[in-house]
């Protein structure tokens, strides 16, 4: 540190002597007639501090803007100088010649270039530090929109796939309904066709015994259980029809049911009327025919 504050008070002060030697130098040239601006062109500084160096010097005005060659150095320069020299021998005595001086300016200088190329270094190994980071967040963030994209395709992947499976599922419940629809049909129609065999063979057995009551002898109680039983085969003859979606004159079996049912009526009317117990059973020969033809 001392050694620092040595070499800027050795700086100092060559700059104050180097400022001291152009002064000096702008007083002769002044000393020259010349004018402020050649004098400050000359010398390389401004014309305000020539203006200020010439007019510093003690004298009348005219001697302040003319001086001969003549003149000499004020007492307060030399005095300057003085300290100057007296600075000068003292730092060679303690530090050695003017070379050994400036040999020790020049290793400060270097330790400086040296400590400011390190700090270049340094900032310079910073920056790539920092480039590289800002490269692999970068290539990170592309790795990750990447893997983002793939991610958006395969969950647009599965909705198709989804949208599909539903499409695929609402048809299968569609032709599901179709089936379940037709299969109650079936069973509608398998339902009608036994019962429509039942209704054939209830016919049948009603004509056969209706028949088998000709010529006899019979009770007003067998007429009641005749007539009650041939009701209710006409009741489900009527019924089938009805879920057939028919119509009840397209079946000559239902009207033939009807008339053995008023042949019957009849029949019990008469046990009212005679009175008797027993009564001989008549079936005219035309409705007998036409009754063996729809069983035949």
Same mark, same amino acid.
């Given at each position: ?10 700086? #100092?002060?060559?700059?104050?002597? $180097?400022?001291? !030697?152009?002064?000096?130098? &702008? =007083? @002769? /040239?002044?000393?020259?007639? %010349? ?95 920092? #480039?590289?980071?800002?490269?692999? $967040?970068?290539? !990170?963030?592309?790795?990750? &929109? =990447? @893997? /983002?994209?793939?991610?958006? %395709? ?104 009807? !008339? ?37």
């Amino acid at each position: 540190m001392e050694l620092i504050l040595l070499i800027l008070f050795i700086n #100092q002060k060559l700059y104050i002597m $180097e400022k001291e !030697k152009l002064k000096e130098k &702008a =007083i @002769q /040239l002044a000393g020259q007639n %010349l004018s402020y601006g050649k004098i400050a062109e000359q010398l390389g500084v401004g014309k305000t501090t020539v203006y200020n160096w010439i007019n510093s010097v003690p004298g009348t005005e005219s001697e302040k803007n003319v001086l001969g060659s003549g003149t000499t150095v004020p007492n307060a320069f030399e005095n300057d100088l003085n300290d100057l020299k007296g600075l000068k021998e003292e730092l060679q005595n303690e530090f050695g010649s003017d070379k050994d001086i400036n040999a020790l300016v020049e290793i400060k200088k270097a330790e400086f270039e040296h400590e400011y190329k390190m700090e270049q270094l340094e900032m310079e190994r910073k920056t790539l530090l920092h #480039q590289q980071k800002m490269e692999a $967040e970068s290539l !990170k963030s592309e790795q990750l &929109a =990447i @893997q /983002l994209d793939e991610t958006k %395709l395969k969950i647009e992947h599965e909705l198709q796939k989804t949208e599909q499976q539903d499409s695929t599922i609402n048809k299968l419940e569609q032709n599901n309904s179709l089936l379940s629809l037709q299969l109650d049909d079936i069973k509608t129609q398998n339902q009608i066709m036994e019962l429509d065999e039942e209704l054939t063979t209830g016919f049948s057995q009603q004509v056969n015994n209706y028949l088998g009551l000709e010529g006899n002898e019979i009770t007003l109680e067998e007429v009641d259980n005749t007539l009650e039983e041939v009701e209710e085969t006409i009741a489900q003859f009527k019924q089938w029809v009805k879920n057939a979606n028919g119509k009840k004159h397209d079946y000559p079996e239902l009207a033939m049911l009807k !008339k053995i049912r008023n042949s019957l009526s009849e029949m019990a009317d008469e046990f009212e009327d005679s009175g008797e117990d027993e009564l001989v059973f008549d079936i005219s020969s035309d409705f007998k025919n036409e009754l063996k033809e729809l069983v035949a």
